[in-house]
């Protein structure tokens, strides 16, 4: 990361990504606000606090809003999974968010659907350093190179899961309050937004509240499903092989980075 960053916020949207990350934290402690549990320390010499988002929108934002509030930490990683929609987005590949929508917002005929009311915009961005930064890092830690070499991805066997070399991509994702699980689905957001990359359910919440504080932020998701009639039954055997260890390798290397 470009700016040195004082304390930082991490969110993992899954149990299998949060506990990855306390097993290498050496001194947490457990806060409890709003019903969330808060872990405070240090990762590779940098304060973090650690927390799981919570499932949907409303979820994501209140967690946001409590680490920006009472933890002032001065900026925010999100690290999940999420389902591909763009044509070359494969199950492995991993998303890193330049932009992010509300799929599901729709003040229309009061506004145009997808604007966010007040803000005048659909699309938020992080911080362009930021993503950038983020995206050569990730592709860093997945390239052939270091995949080969083992290391934090050692236990990661992607011939035995049918999988083949992550690519990684940097575009839009979209988020909404639904688990998107069918072909017509994935076929009526990619005609709405054709742009979009991935389906999740809390980044543009997350993006939202970062940018009402001022705050930067990175959203970074490893595909687990492509969205379709199979994407239930994929999931919960790619984030224990993959997802998990991505999402630490990852986090660990943004931190060392500095
Ligand atoms: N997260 C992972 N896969 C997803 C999907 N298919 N829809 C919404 N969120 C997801």
Same mark, same amino acid.
């Given at each position: 990361m470009n700016k040195p960053a004082g304390r930082i916020g991490i969110m993992a949207a899954m149990p299998e990504e949060l506990q990855a990350l306390l097993d290498v934290m050496p001194d947490e402690s457990l806060e409890r606000r709003a019903g969330r549990e808060f872990w405070v320390g240090h990762l590779h010499g940098r304060e973090v606090v650690v927390v799981l988002s919570r499932i949907g929108k409303v979820a994501a934002a209140t967690t946001t809003t409590v680490l920006l509030s009472c933890y002032g930490v001065d900026q925010i990683i999100f690290t999940g999974v999420a389902g591909g929609l763009g =044509? *070359?987005? $494969?199950? *492995?590949d991993v998303v890193v968010a330049d932009a992010l929508i509300q799929h599901d917002m729709d003040a229309s005929p009061l506004f145009p659907r997808f604007e966010l009311p007040g803000q005048g915009v659909s699309a938020l961005a992080p911080p362009a350093a930021l993503t950038t930064s983020v995206r050569d890092t990730v592709e860093q830690v997945l390239s052939p190179a270091a995949l080969a070499a083992g290391g934090a991805l050692a236990d990661v066997h992607l011939d035995a899961l049918g999988l083949s070399q992550p690519r990684v991509h940097q575009g839009l994702i979209i988020s909404g309050d639904q688990f998107i699980h069918s072909a017509q689905a994935c076929r009526d957001l990619t005609q709405a937004?054709?742009? =979009?990359l991935a389906v999740e359910m809390e980044g543009a919440a997350v993006a939202q509240v970062c940018h009402d504080f001022g705050v930067p932020y990175a959203v970074i998701r490893t595909i687990s !499903? $492509? =969205? !379709? !009639?199979d994407a239930h039954i994929d999931f919960p055997r790619f984030i224990e092989a993959v997802a998990r260890h991505y999402s630490l390798a990852i986090v660990e290397a943004l931190l060392k980075r500095g």
């Open positions: =044509a *070359g987005v $494969r199950v *492995g937004l054709p742009a =979009a !499903d $492509r =969205a !379709d !009639d």
